[in-house]
C-alpha cells in the first residue's frame, strides 16, 4: 500500500492542540495557546470532499483503501494508525509544509486541519494523482 496526504500544507498551528483544549482558559495564559489554535480552511476541505467523492464513485476501481482524517497529535497520530500493525517508515520532510522554517518535530506534531492520511492501492497511484491534482489538494 501507499501512504499518502492529502489536503493543505502544515503551518506551525494546531501544536498541542488536543491538550491546549483541555485545560482551563485564563487571560494568563492566552498567549501561550496561540499556536494552539485550530485553524479551518473550508476551501481545502471542500476539495479533499470532492476528492473522496470521485474516488468513491469509481465503485470497486477506488484507489482508497482506507481514510484517517487528521486531527490532535497531527501526523504523529495519523501516520502512525493508518498503517498500524504493518508499520511503515516515513520521510517527513516530504510532507507538504506552507513554512519551511518548521522542525521535523513540529511537522510531526502540527495538528493543522483539512488534511487527511489514505492508504492507496499501488495499482491506482496514477489515477489518484491525476484526481488529486485536479482538485488541487
Known sequence: MLI?????PAYRI???GGAASSRVQS???AALDF???QRGDA???NRMNRLMRACCDLGEGNPIVSVHDQGAGGNGNVLKEIVEPAGAEYDIRKVYVGDNTLSVLEIWGAEY?????????PASRALFQEMADRENC
Open 27 to 29: 487571560s494568563e495564559n
Open 43 to 45: 476551501e481545502m476541505e
Open 14 to 16: 494546531g501544536i498541542g
Open 113 to 121: 486541519q483539512e488534511n487527511n492520511a489514505l492508504l492507496i492501492r
Open 4 to 8: 499518502v496526504k492529502v489536503g493543505g
Open 35 to 37: 499556536d494552539a489554535v
